[in-house]
Nanobody, 126 residues
Framework: EVQLQASGGGLVQAGGSLRLSCATS????????IGWFRQAPGKGREKVSC????????RYGDSVKGRFTISTDNAKNTVYLQMNSLGPEDTGTYYC???????????????????WGQGTLVTVSS
């Protein structure tokens, strides 16, 4: 059974940093697309970053490029999202998701992801 567990959210001041973790199990970690997505109150789900380790694919949403970094720890089957220079616009619930499709990694389209973890809330105060 595919399982994903996101953690690491919290309250941070503008300009600060947070690192989110997504612990995974039940699928071949290197071969799947794994993505981070976020949803602000009243808005749709937005792509943040996606990765497929074996095919060396990494994608970032335009709003986070240069500030966020996705990485993996294969020994722990965990994906991280390092978030720097946070602003109030980064506030939302962050989800990690996985899919076996390479297209899901290339496009980082949340509608293509079949497996979702619960979200972790990030609040950035101004």
């Amino acid at each position: 059974e595919v399982q994903l567990q996101a953690s690491g959210g919290g309250l941070v001041q503008a300009g600060g940093s947070l690192r989110l973790s997504c612990a995974t199990s039940g699928f071949p970690f290197d071969d799947y697309a794994i993505g981070w997505f976020r949803q602000a109150p009243g808005k749709g789900r937005e792509k943040v970053s996606c990765i497929n380790k074996s095919d060396k694919v990494t994608r970032y949403g335009d709003s986070v490029k240069g500030r966020f970094t996705i990485s993996t720890d294969n020994a722990k089957n965990t994906v991280y999202l390092q978030m720097n220079s946070l602003g109030p616009e980064d506030t939302g619930t962050y989800y990690c998701a996985a899919d076996k499709s390479l297209v899901a990694a290339f496009t980082c389209d949340p509608s293509l992801y079949d497996h979702w973890g619960q979200g972790t809330l990030v609040t950035v105060s101004s």
